[in-house]
Nanobody, 127 residues
């Protein structure tokens, strides 16, 4: 299984980015997908997650209202659109996959159960 995250970069405060995570080697729709981030000196946090069929989503309070998580199961890819970026969003962003809730029963807002991880993509917001 491979998860390839991309789309990070340097953006000015107030700008937008779209992160992508392309998966291979797994039955994509059987997996919930999550985006985590870890900023300098901070613990890793769950930013957003989406169920295997793309209907249910979760957003943390830090990104809710200015981010959109979606997935294209035909392309085995999940997308995180982030708007109104601020310095607080500076972090390495990781995508991760775990068997979907109908299989292992973990709600989207929980961080446990993620089995596969991408390599991370750096997002730097300049003020």
């Amino acid at each position: 299984v491979q998860l390839q995250a991309s789309g990070g970069g340097v953006v000015q405060a107030g700008g937008s980015l779209r992160l992508s995570c392309a998966a291979s080697g797994l039955i994509f729709m059987s997996y919930d997908m999550g985006w985590f981030r870890q900023g300098p000196g901070k613990e890793r946090e769950l930013v957003s997650a989406i169920g295997g069929n793309g209907v249910a989503t979760y957003y943390s309070g830090s990104v809710k209202g200015r981010s959109t998580l979606s997935r294209d199961n035909a392309r085995n890819t999940v997308y995180l659109q982030m708007d109104s970026l601020s310095a607080e969003d500076t972090a390495v962003y990781y995508c991760a996959a775990r068997p979907r809730r109908s299989i292992i029963g973990i709600p989207l807002d929980q961080t446990s159960g993620y089995k596969y991880w991408g390599q991370g993509t750096q997002v730097t917001v300049s003020s």
